[in-house]
Nanobody, 118 residues
Framework: QVQLVESGGGLVQAGGSLRLSCAASGSVSSIAMGWYRQAPGKQRELVAVIASTGTINYADSVRGRFTISRDNAKNTVYLQMNSLKPDDTAVYYC?????????????WGQGTQVTVSS
């Protein structure tokens, strides 16, 4: 069974850093992996996504502060978050398009809380 397992959330002061990780289990290869976030009372929004080719897309609000990277061999995606702001407080969800040899399916992680205090 395919699962996305996230780690790395927590509480940090403004200006601090956190690193999120997300690993896909199962016999799959990743097509694209990324991170979304959802703050209380707001819609889920894209933070960053990276394709297997290395193409990257960032939300304007995080560009220059966050860095997404991936290890294709481990089907793992990382999000290095620097210069964190209180507005970055949200539940962060890993997202992946995974190919199982027959079809591509989209998966979501369980979410990890990131809280930035002022």
């Amino acid at each position: 069974q395919v699962q996305l397992v996230e780690s790395g959330g927590g509480l940090v002061q403004a200006g601090g850093s956190l690193r999120l990780s997300c690993a896909a289990s199962g016999s799959v290869s990743s097509i694209a992996m990324g991170w979304y976030r959802q703050a209380p009372g707001k819609q889920r929004e894209l933070v960053a996504v990276i394709a297997s080719t290395g193409t990257i897309n960032y939300a304007d609000s995080v560009r220059g502060r966050f860095t997404i990277s991936r290890d294709n061999a481990k089907n793992t995606v990382y999000l290095q978050m620097n210069s964190l702001k209180p507005d970055d407080t949200a539940v962060y969800y890993c997202n992946a398009d995974l190919f199982n040899g027959r079809e591509i399916n989209r998966y979501w992680g369980q979410g990890t809380q990131v809280t930035v205090s002022s």
